[in-house]
């Protein structure tokens, strides 16, 4: 009997698989060249942040890649490769830059799946002294800019459709965990911001869930945002989901009036998360205490954390009031390619 043999995928570089990849490719640098145009188009800077930083960022669920620095003296310093250019466009944003923006290579590590990758690019871009309601219409454009640039009709990822011409839903997380998932979410938060892990785990015993009981309100959050309410947003058409619980939202202001909630929004086409953006969190002295909390909740899930850049905090002190945002560029070119992986529109995957 002749034993019956699986056929190896051809690599990323084998002619065929190439042949069968480079439209995508073709398409992503035509977005590319698309998007560097809108933005000179509208003043903004073209900016080139360094990879290399003292703190990748501190946020309890983001993991970096670290490295060493070694001076002439022979000495290592440790360093990481960032997972967002933005301590280094907030301090440009101090130095007296207005308009910026940066598509470069970020890192992040444990993520690797359809919509993630190791090393990914990045467009985020600042705009000093605009509300956010500005950032979240370039965003919009962004978005619409891409469809065109390729002339698909829809997006669909994974049997899910978007029409990203069509006018687009507006709704906050608030609103949105009530409409998907039937619970109050501001009665779990007091006046200050500070969340109840236990009124949030009875909501959704209520609401037919199953939450730990030892399980933090953020992770609660979490699983309800991810069970119940991503999958019903970017349905149809785009969704801005937006004012995030302060919590959730370590690099952004409050609402001013609200103190439980802040100017966070995302954006989903399809399901997929494109876009995250900020009013931007100015005061100094707070940013200080929420960095120290997110890394007291790394240290007690994941047992490591990382430094506070010293160096941000300061440049805080003197930054303009400002607005930004931070696109997925893979995933937007995914979407406006109709590709339903990530690594069909990289022009060289990291090595498994």
Not at 168 to 195: K, N, Q, W
Not at 220 to 227: E, G, I, N
Not at 253 to 259: E, H, L, N
Request: aromatic letters at 8%; hydrophobic letters at 45%; one cysteine or more.
């Amino acid at each position: 009997m002749t034993a019956s043999h699986t056929s190896p995928v051809s690599p990323w570089w084998s002619p065929e698989r190439h042949a069968d990849r480079r439209p995508g490719l073709l398409a992503r640098t035509r977005i590319d060249a698309a998007v560097r145009g809108w933005m000179a188009e509208r003043d903004f800077l073209m900016v080139d942040p360094p990879g290399l930083q003292r703190s990748p960022g501190n946020e309890t669920h983001l993991h970096a890649f670290g490295t060493s620095m070694i001076g002439n003296d022979g000495l290592g310093q440790g360093m990481y490769l960032h997972t967002s250019p933005e301590f280094t466009m907030k301090k440009l944003l101090a130095a007296g830059e207005t308009r910026i923006a940066s598509l470069q290579h970020v890192w992040r590590n444990r993520e690797r799946s359809a919509l993630h990758h190791p090393e990914f690019t990045m467009l985020e871009w600042y705009r000093a002294g605009a509300p956010y309601e500005a950032i979240i219409a370039d965003t919009l454009a962004i978005i619409g800019l891409a469809a065109d640039v390729t002339g698909i009709e829809q997006f669909s990822f994974r049997g899910r459709v978007c029409d990203p011409r069509a006018a687009v839903e507006r709704i906050s997380v608030a609103e949105a965990f009530m409409a998907h998932a039937g619970i109050d979410l501001l009665a779990t938060i007091d006046g200050d911001g500070v969340p109840d892990g236990a009124a949030l785990a009875a909501q959704m015993a209520r609401a037919g869930m199953a939450p730990s009981a030892d399980q933090s309100w953020s992770y609660l959050f979490t699983q309800v945002l991810v069970d119940k309410v991503e999958p019903q947003l970017g349905n149809g058409r785009v969704t801005v989901l937006d004012r995030y619980p302060a919590s959730e939202a370590a690099l952004a202001r409050r609402v001013p009036g609200d103190r439980r909630v802040s100017e966070r929004f995302e954006v989903y086409a399809s399901g997929v998360e494109l876009a995250n953006g900020f009013g931007e969190l100015t005061d100094a002295g707070e940013q200080r205490v929420r960095f120290e909390a997110e890394m007291d909740e790394k240290a007690r899930i994941y047992g490591e954390r990382y430094p506070v850049d010293e160096d941000f905090l300061a440049a805080l002190e003197i930054m303009p009031e400002a607005s930004g945002v931070a696109l997925g560029f893979d995933r937007l070119v995914m979407l406006a390619t109709g590709a339903q992986r990530i690594e069909a529109v990289l022009w060289a995957p990291v090595a498994e």
